[in-house]
């Protein structure tokens, strides 16, 4: 069975700072995606970033990288300038591919906290 | 805007009682999906459905209800079978593209605890 884990329940960053969030997941298929999503106090999860396996560039939105190491099976989150508005639950997830939708699986999330 | 709703926002359950959570999405995706989060833990999915008038079952389908009658609905039913349903709940939804997986774009939850 697929799993994901976050090994670092909290984090904190200092404002303008970058910090780095781990996640390593456990899975025997080679199509597959992860997402990692941000859970404000609001508590709606919202998409950061998307990452295909099959793809070997890492992808970027904005202040918002992933470090994706296939063969290590690890997918970190790097915030680079952090703000007061990143401060929140990240939950690192993993999808297997082929276009199955259902069974998003979730680590347990990192609570991050950024310091003005 | 497009997005997805939820409702109620808090739910209250009495023992023995079944309640039933809303979902709605004016996104035009095809499937849709309901989670569970308890304190200190990631989401578990509880069904699914990739369209209308068809689901499955996630990791923890036991004690629940769905139906999909039309797009744009997933209700959940919280039974009284199911022993533990203080949790918050998410529903989310994403566009059905074989062989390419989209994102999944969630509610604001709805919070149901027991009377």
């Known amino acids: 069975a697929q799993t994901v884990t976050q090994s670092q329940p909290e984090m904190s960053v200092q404002e303008a700072e970058t910090v780095t969030l781990s996640c390593t997941y456990d899975?025997?298929?080679?199509?597959?995606?992860l997402f990692w999503y941000k859970q404000p106090p609001s508590r709606q999860m919202i998409l950061v970033i998307r990452q295909e396996a099959y793809k070997q560039q890492n992808a970027t939105e904005n202040r918002f990288s992933v470090n994706f190491q296939k063969a290590a099976k690890s997918f970190s989150l790097k915030i680079s300038d952090s703000q007061l508005g990143d401060a929140a639950m990240y939950f690192c997830a993993y999808q297997k591919g082929g276009g199955s939708q259902g069974n998003l699986i979730f680590g347990k999330g990192t609570k991050l906290s950024v310091k003005p | 805007d497009g997005g997805i709703t939820q409702s109620p926002k808090y739910l209250f359950r009495k023992e023995g009682q079944n309640v039933t959570l809303s979902c709605e999405q004016n996104l035009n995706h095809d499937a849709m999906y309901w989670y569970r989060q308890d304190p200190g833990q990631g989401l578990r999915l509880i069904y699914y459905?990739?369209?209308?008038?068809?689901?499955q079952k996630g990791d923890i389908a036991e004690g629940y209800s769905v139906s999909r009658e039309k797009k744009e609905s997933f209700p959940l039913t919280v039974t009284s079978a199911q022993k533990n349903p203080t949790a918050f709940y998410l529903c989310?939804?994403?566009?059905?593209?074989?062989?390419?997986?989209?994102?999944?774009?969630f509610g604001d939850g709805t919070r149901l605890s027991i009377l």
């Open positions: 459905s990739q369209i209308v008038n068809d689901f």
């Open positions: 899975t025997s298929e080679s199509d597959y995606y």
């Open positions: 989310a939804s994403s566009i059905n593209q074989v062989m390419d997986n989209q994102p999944q774009h």
